[in-house]
């Protein structure tokens, strides 16, 4: 066995559960005790709207590879929200930069410091988010099932929050704890104080779209996730890669919503033999092809620019590395490689068109993370459209062009069909109801979005899961409303 610093279960005797060793540095638990209260204010406050006495959830006990969590039925604001490492590799180098090969940090290097505390704050912003975007749809569950995933996602997303602040907390001092109250006080769509970045300002009114947010936005995370498991500072390494696990599960719940809503489609296309199934119940397929360009394209713009200065100082200096860095086939400096970035080309004439331009590899780094998360999208359309052709119909749904519905990078300043065609703006104004939600589609959803709060028993506009949560039946009782 090689010597571990700290402990892979976790302690469930102290008031804030750990893999770190909290009581031995009484000043950073003190700091995090005193956070608590105001964490568990902004649950109860910004968090689930909806009554209830427990829920089926899963929590986290262990960060080993099997039995890592347990499930049960619990009180949700006594869930136990709980800061866990994974293991320390003794052995780990630094996998890319100037950096590469020495043993990676323990603590933040000076030089660094701003930087990755920034870095830390980003990821951190997006966890709470998502917990105040999705807070009201408890009251339109389309089954208990359902209702025990929301609150499986929301409660890990606090506790998300706390992997960041623990790391605010630990390793940058007093700035780290005024940024970990500031993450408290900026909320979703607020108009004083917003969330940093624009697709965690969105609403998430309805139940198609927290699928299709778990679906896209969700993997926004686990991409960034992925690439700050790479960074030489090993607490943030090892807190992401332990985050990454529960992620898993928030996309499992966004695939296979979709799933079940594109089933529940082809069934009602099939029984009445008709493309048209909005007066009967479920979501016609043009519908979802709206709402997926939309949570497709605002999640694209998470990615940043095509190219980022800042982005190739954080890989050089260690901070951030590539999705799968170790997998990649290069040196990991990238100091002499190039990549083709998307961009707008002008022609002699002032013309602008969509097109691609050579950069510096480093440079173009947004653009290679932004690749990975297409090529991963991909995978559920392909899914998706499985159901369809296996459904007998003929319609498939797509990704837009990474032109489409832009509002971060090259591509802002000009309007795109899906099919990436750039039209002018006021093509855009006369055509844009055809290709993203309109207020009537909005409100045809949303008039399907009835609570089914029995047990067994599901809306009609979505098939049933093939298979419950943790062994249990469909008809479980997953939460006991208030
Ligand atoms: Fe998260
Ligand atoms: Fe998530």
Not at 143 to 172: I, K, P
Not at 214 to 221: A, E, L
Not at 242 to 255: C, D, I, Q, R
Not at 351 to 373: C, P
Request: proline share 5%; hydrophobic share 35%.
């Amino acid at each position: 066995m090689p010597a571990r610093n700290d402990r892979a279960t976790a302690d469930y005797t102290e008031k804030i559960p750990n893999n770190v060793n909290l009581h031995e540095d009484r000043r950073l638990q003190r700091a995090l005790e005193s956070w608590q209260p105001n964490f568990i204010q902004w649950w109860q406050t910004m968090g689930p709207t909806l009554p209830t006495q427990d829920v089926y959830l899963r929590t986290a006990v262990n960060v080993g590879r099997d039995g890592w969590a347990q499930f049960g039925h619990v009180a949700m604001p006594e869930y136990r929200w709980g800061i866990f490492l994974a293991e320390r590799d003794p052995g780990r180098t630094v996998g890319f930069g100037e950096h590469k090969g020495e043993p990676v940090w323990a603590k933040v290097p000076g030089e660094y410091r701003a930087e990755l505390q920034r870095l830390i704050v980003i990821q951190g912003d997006t966890e709470p988010a998502s917990v105040e975007q999705q807070r009201n749809l408890g009251a339109t569950a389309p089954s208990l099932y359902d209702l025990r995933n929301l609150f499986q996602v929301n409660v890990e997303e606090g506790r998300h929050l706390w992997a960041m602040v623990y790391l605010l907390h630990a390793y940058f001092g007093r700035e780290g704890r005024e940024e970990a109250e500031e993450l408290l006080h900026r909320n979703s769509g607020s108009l004083d104080s917003p969330r940093i970045l624009g697709a965690f300002n969105e609403e998430t009114p309805d139940w198609l779209s927290f699928f299709m947010f778990t679906y896209f936005t969700d993997r926004d995370g686990k991409y960034q996730l992925g690439t700050l498991k790479e960074s030489a500072f090993d607490p943030l390494s090892r807190t992401c890669e332990f985050m990454l696990k529960e992620e898993a599960h928030h996309m499992m719940v966004g695939t296979t919503g979709v799933d079940r809503i594109v089933q529940r489609t082809v069934e009602v296309m099939r029984e009445h033999d008709t493309d048209d199934v909005g007066g009967l119940g479920a979501i016609p397929l043009p519908v979802i092809q709206k709402y997926l360009n939309f949570h497709y394209s605002v999640s694209l713009d998470l990615f940043g620019g095509e190219t980022s200065t800042n982005v190739a100082n954080y890989y050089t200096a260690g901070l951030k590395g590539r999705w799968l860095e170790d997998r990649r086939k290069d040196d990991h400096k990238l100091t002499s490689d190039a990549i083709m970035v998307d961009a707008l080309s002008e022609d002699a004439n002032g013309e602008l068109s969509i097109g691609q331009t050579e950069v510096s590899a480093l440079v173009g780094l947004n653009t290679d993370l932004r690749r990975e998360y297409i090529a991963d999208c991909q995978g559920g359309v392909k899914r998706w459209n499985r159901i369809l052709e296996e459904g007998g119909v003929r319609q498939r749904l797509k990704l837009p062009h990474v032109a489409f519905n832009r509002k971060v990078g090259a591509f802002a300043a000009i309007e795109a069909t899906p099919d990436g065609e750039k039209i002018p703006a006021q093509e855009w104004e006369r055509r844009q109801g055809d290709w993203l939600p309109t207020d009537v589609d909005k409100t045809y959803v949303r008039s399907l979005m009835q609570p089914v709060h029995q047990r067994g028993k599901i809306a009609a506009w979505i098939a049933p899961p093939r298979n419950g949560i943790n062994g249990q039946p469909f008809d479980y009782d997953y939460v006991h409303l208030a």
